[in-house]
């Protein structure tokens, strides 16, 4: 009986996850700061329901079981050699973003009609993940980049429902690397992302090819100049960004992000990096409203902007903000002690409602 439960259950979240819906993105950066910490931050939109999103923590030696297409919890087991925290979604076992005790950051990304995994073989249960909790088997396993790709190449990556969406997923370690890897034809493919960014579908070379098509913007101001008999002029600051993609396209982000990152005036410290961050992201919150047809605007979330996370690697720390408060809120990995701590899976937030602080005028 618990298993037939078990298995509707999650079959009503694959197949919730598996409707293409307006606003299904997500958009990640990385900032370095003058003391040569490396941070990494992203947003997490789902503009359908909302993702009952929490943050969990991991002690060392906690074993976990894949979920697999045969609708149960029976796939591979694995057990952290490394405690991590991470913010989940919808399920504690659904990890999204995360990061380890040795510095390791992981997260999936959405990648609708692009991946394509290896076809789920009953016989490979044992060696089989499902995509959506790879992030948790990498952060238990890893400490770099370079272990990422060995783990990867000992499992079978596939997805519960075969209707479901596939995903890409961005690791990056204290080194300051950065690793994209999709999933095509079956077939694990890693790409350095020197860049620091990533959106969702196309593929990521295909958006790195992209960003040739804005070879003329540049920070700054654009010069007045004659044209014909007349003078032109720019009619505001900014005017070498006019043209910077503005809607909320995966493409459009991924320039938009680009653009945004690289021009940042680089910060002092791994906090100054973290707030702005938050700040370049906030140039990605996507309002409800943009992306329903009047009168489908679901009633239980106020953003498709679920949640926003930014990582400082070095300082074990994550940082996050949600939809219903924006303030800035942060757990630090070195005041855990993974080797004692139980395993725990909480909202991330206790009350959904924004903190206001009221000024009081004598």
Not at 46 to 72: C, E, I, K
Request: negative net charge.
């Amino acid at each position: 009986m618990r298993k037939t439960i078990l298995s509707i259950t999650l079959l009503a979240l694959v197949g919730a996850l598996a409707v293409p819906l307006s606003a299904d993105a997500c958009t990640g950066i990385t900032l370095r700061s003058k003391d040569g910490t490396t941070v990494v931050a992203r947003t997490i939109e789902w503009a359908g329901s909302n993702l009952n999103s929490q943050y969990v923590v991991v002690p060392r030696g906690y074993t976990q079981q894949s979920y697999t297409p045969d609708g149960g919890m029976n796939g591979m087991r694995f057990t952290a050699r490394h405690g991590y925290v991470g913010f989940a979604v919808e399920q504690k076992e659904f990890i999204a973003e995360g990061l380890n005790e040795t510095g390791l950051s992981a997260g999936l990304f959405y990648f609708p009609n692009s991946g394509e995994y290896q076809k789920y073989d009953p016989a490979e249960k044992n060696r089989s993940i499902a995509d959506l909790q790879l992030v948790s088997f990498i952060l238990g396993e890893c400490g770099s980049v370079d272990e990422v790709k060995a783990k990867v190449n000992e499992v079978r990556i596939t997805n519960v429902d075969p209707r479901a969406s596939t995903v890409h997923w961005r690791f990056a370690d204290t080194s300051g690397r950065q690793l994209v890897l999709e999933i095509v034809g079956g077939v694990p493919r890693f790409y350095e992302n020197k860049l620091g960014v990533l959106t969702n579908s196309p593929g990521f070379e295909w958006h790195l090819t992209n960003l040739n098509n804005y070879v003329n913007l540049f920070p700054g101001g654009a010069s007045e100049h004659l044209f014909g008999n007349i003078e032109l002029a720019p009619l505001g600051g900014g005017s070498g960004f006019l043209g910077l993609p503005g809607d909320f396209t995966p493409p459009s982000r991924f320039v938009r992000a680009a653009f945004l990152q690289v021009t940042a005036p680089q910060r002092t410290t791994a906090f100054e990096s973290i707030l702005q961050c938050f700040h370049i992201l906030n140039n990605f919150d996507i309002p409800i409203g943009a992306q329903f047809s009047e009168g489908e605007i679901p009633a239980d979330i106020p953003s498709a902007t679920q949640w926003t996370a930014a990582t400082d690697m070095t300082h074990r720390i994550l940082y996050y903000r949600t939809m219903y408060n924006s303030v800035i809120r942060s757990i630090d990995l070195h005041a855990i002690d993974f080797s004692k701590v139980q395993y725990r899976a909480k909202p991330l937030d206790v009350v959904k409602s924004q903190t206001i602080e009221i000024i009081t005028v004598e």
